[in-house]
């Protein structure tokens, strides 16, 4: 059974910062992609960042140069460090990890950023 289970949510006020965990059980992290996505309230889920198995990143403009992923293959776990937080950043967040077709997804985390 394959789970992924995020922690590290909470609510900040602007400018601060939090640090999202996700820990994965029955699978090896390192041959997977590994993404952080957020749902706002009415609108659709968008990437905010994902690293592959060879450690190349990438980012959503509006979160560049605040956001950091990072993994950990031996604690099969991907971190999000957030700084810099604004409001519009307020959302669910999900971490997803994709190898072929083993496409898997957590049940989120939700992060508030009070203005």
């Known amino acids: 059974q394959v789970q992924l289970v995020e922690s590290g949510g909470g609510l900040v006020q602007a400018g601060g910062s939090l640090r999202l965990s996700c820990a994965a059980s029955g699978i090896s992290t390192g041959f997977y992609t590994l993404g952080w996505y957020r749902r706002a309230p009415g609108k659709q889920r968008e990437l905010v960042a994902r690293?592959?198995?060879?450690?190349?990143?990438n980012y959503a403009d509006s979160v560049k140069g605040r956001f950091t992923i990072s993994r950990d293959n031996v604690k099969n776990t991907v971190y999000l460090q957030m700084n810099s937080l604004k409001p519009e950043d307020t959302a669910v967040y999900y971490c997803n990890a994709l190898f072929i077709w083993h496409d898997y997804w957590g049940q989120g985390t939700q992060v508030t950023v009070s203005s």
């Open positions: 690293i592959t198995s060879g450690n190349s990143t």
